[in-house]
């Protein structure tokens, strides 16, 4: 079967760093993403990676190890805006999206 | 602003009622999808129209009926409902459906069935 796995909840402190890990188990791979959703509104993108590596895009990155089936998002010099839901979605090989349950993040002051 | 609108935003039904969703989608893309967001479980993909056409049905019950009239339009037509089905219903769109590209998603439609 298909499976994503990812933490329930994580909480970090303001200016701090935090990573969000998620492992995956898939029929076929064609990237995997990650989105942030704030309580009550819509799932936006943050990044995309199709092969191994880091990228990194300002105060957030991404890493994926496809041999080993895991990303992870990295969070720098947090924010109390940063506090939301991370979903972690694998491309499967019919091109469907396979999502995590997500990981809500709360920052403290 | 995602681009993706969704009405209602809120809905309470009764178990015997009919109601519709709909969403809108002004980024031109060709492929639009219905998701369903229960609390702590991962989205569940519903229904995906690519051009017009469903390409998708995850064996959803029959209580829910999909409408994609054309590629900026897609409908959620609800009858006889169950408690279970309450949820975040959530409406996305991306510029093909039968390759890798990012989802843009409405806001959704919070959805009681009472």
């Known amino acids: 079967g298909q499976n994503i796995d990812q933490p329930t909840e994580m909480t970090a402190t303001e200016g701090a760093i935090v990573q969000i890990n998620c492992t995956y188990q898939?029929?076929?791979?064609?990237?995997l993403f990650w989105y942030q959703q704030h309580a009550g509104e819509a799932p936006t993108f943050l990044s995309y990676?199709?092969l191994d590596g880091l990228e990194e895009k300002g105060r957030f990155s991404s890493f994926l190890s496809r041999s080993k089936g895991y990303s992870y998002l990295l969070l720098k010099e947090l924010q109390m805006k940063d506090s939301a839901s991370y979903l972690c979605a694998v491309t499967d090989s019919n091109y469907q999206l396979i999502w995590g349950a997500g990981t809500k993040l709360i920052i403290k002051p | 602003e995602t681009g993706v609108t969704q009405t209602p935003r809120h809905l309470v039904m009764g178990m015997t009622n009919k109601k519709s969703l709909k969403c809108e989608q002004h980024l031109g893309h060709n492929a639009m999808y219905w998701y369903k967001q229960s609390a702590k479980k991962p989205l569940e993909l519903m229904f995906v129209?690519?051009?017009?056409?469903?390409?998708e049905n995850n064996s959803v019950p029959s209580r829910f009926s999909p409408e994609c009239p054309n590629s900026s339009h897609l409908f959620l037509h609800l009858h006889t409902l169950q408690p279970e089905d309450s949820a975040l219903y959530l409406c996305?769109?991306?510029?093909?459906?039968?390759?890798?590209?990012?989802?843009?998603f409405g806001p959704g439609t919070r959805l009681t069935v009472t």
């Open positions: 129209y690519n051009f017009k056409e469903q390409t």
């Open positions: 990676n199709v």
């Open positions: 996305a769109s991306s510029q093909d459906g039968d390759r890798v590209n990012e989802q843009y």
């Open positions: 898939t029929s076929g791979f064609n990237g």
